[in-house]
Structures are given as C-alpha cells and as structure tokens.
C-alpha cells in the first residue's frame, strides 16, 4: 500500500513492518497507558478488564457479519481502531489494512493477521482518497477528540459505492467519565443513538445510511428505556426478568428490546 502521507518511523514486529504517522502526544499518551492495562490482563487471562468477555465476543461477531454482509470478498477492508486485530483475524477473504494508536495493540494484531498495519490517529489516516470498498470503525468515535476530522478522513478513503460500519455505544451515560477517581483523563467523550448518527452522515456528510443493528442488551435497570426510582427496584428489576427469561427466545427478545436500550449499536452507511 502507498500512503499519501509521509511516514514517520518503522517499526519491526517479527518481521512484519508497522508504519508510524502520528506524533507522540497527550492523546497518544493516555491511549498507550489505557491499552497498557488492557494488555497486562489480556496477556494474563486472555480477558478484556474493560468489557466483559462474552459481551464483547457478541460484539465483533456481528461486525464480522455486517462486514461479510456488506463487503465482497477480494476487497480492501480498513479496520480503524484495530485494536488486537479480532475482526481482521475473521475476515481474511478480504484484502486487510489495520490503523491504530497503540503499538501494544498492533504489537498484539501482528500475531494474529497477516494484515498491512500502521500507527495513525483516524484523525491523521495516512492513505489516498478513495481506496477502500469497506471501512469498519467500533468503539473508536466515542473516544476522539475532533469527530468531524474523523469522520471526514473515514469517508475520504471510502471508495465510492463503498461501506462505513460503525460501532459506538448507544445514549451511553456518562457519568462514570467525570469522576475524579477515573483513572485516565478522558476515555469516553461523547455518547450516540440512531438520530445524531443519521444526521451526522447524511446531512453533514452526504452519505446514506442504509441499516442500524440494534444490540447486544444487558439486563440491567441503567438500560431501562424509562427511568424508575426507589426502595426495592433492583430486586423487582430482577423479578420481573427472571420470568422473562423463561419465555421462548424470540419472545423474549422482543420484550427485552421494548424495554431496554442497547449497549451498543451498529451504523450501515454507503459512501455516495
């Protein structure tokens, strides 16, 4: 792959080269210390301290299908924010590029893809306009700190006619973030549901959306569509969807999803 932009440094993993285009920063900084403590639990249990497991399984298993679903096989395929290089290790029918700020986590996806990798803020993607047919980008908007760049660099390297699958948390609360004991100065800065999402890609950006993906749920009263308050909530919150849970399975989903928000939630656009 020919970047358009210059590369910084390269780094060798085991043979496998990473091209660095972003500067050191405090952005940089804080995102290395947060994948840091990912990685020392990671390489000890194999486990995310961050998410729970089964959880985040469910998560990337429906970016793969979407990805399959939306994707030919044989095309370019950029993962931005690849993280360990989960989704990339499932899509190997595709021609596979990885972007992340963290070299641990590069370190960690050049184990386990054959993909060309670099270490670049989505702010500063270093690759020409119009190169890729899908760009997949979970649990990465959420963190930036210029959206609008991010964006606009997500849809520049879109080919037209191509696919941008997005993943972000849905009308996520906050609060956690502002606390003084957070351990990281920022981590979360900005929280999504389908409207702003729409609004975002269609009317600021000209492209269209074509599909949400709605899920997975947890079953927990801080994702109550409504807000209910007081003494002996928590034990008829559990009440209530432990009789739930003896319903057959499509029954029950569709009374989970009246009920509650999803954790998180998939955005389908076509670049036009």
């Known amino acids: 792959m020919v970047y358009q932009k210059k590369v910084r440094e390269i780094v060798d993993v085991d043979g496998q080269k990473i091209s660095v285009f972003s500067a050191q920063d405090e952005y940089i900084e804080i995102y290395d210390k947060i994948s840091a403590d990912h990685l020392v639990e990671h390489r000890k249990s194999g486990k995310n301290p961050f998410i729970e497991t089964s959880f985040w399984a469910e998560c990337e298993a429906t970016t793969v299908q979407l990805i399959k679903r939306h994707g030919k096989k044989g095309g370019k395929l ?83 006619g191509g696919t941008a699958i997005f993943r972000t948390p849905y009308r996520e609360n906050l609060n956690l973030y502002t606390k003084y004991d957070f351990p990281y100065r920022y981590a979360h800065v900005r929280n999504f549901d389908e409207y702003g999402m729409k609004i975002l890609c269609e009317r600021v950006y000209q492209q269209k959306v074509e599909d949400f993906h709605f899920g997975p749920y947890m079953i927990d ?51 036009v």
Request: glycine share 8%; hydrophobic share 45%.
């Open 221 to 271: 009263p801080g994702y109550l569509k409504v807000s209910i308050q007081g003494r002996g909530i928590g034990v008829l919150f559990r009440a209530v969807f432990f009789v739930i849970g003896l319903l057959p399975t499509n029954y029950r989903m569709s009374v989970i999803r009246t009920l509650l928000n999803p954790v998180e939630f998939h955005t389908v656009v076509k670049c």
């Open 78 to 160: 950029l993962d931005v924010g690849c993280g360990l290089g989960n989704v990339l290790r499932q899509c190997q029918e595709f021609e596979c590029y990885g972007l992340d700020i963290s070299l641990g986590y590069l370190r960690e996806a050049a184990k386990v893809t054959s993909a060309e990798l670099c270490m670049s803020k989505v702010e500063d993607i270093p690759y020409y306009s119009d190169t890729f047919d899908v760009v997949v980008c979970t649990d990465v908007l959420e963190h930036v700190i210029d959206l609008h760049t991010a964006l606009k660099q997500i849809f520049r390297v879109l080919k037209p």
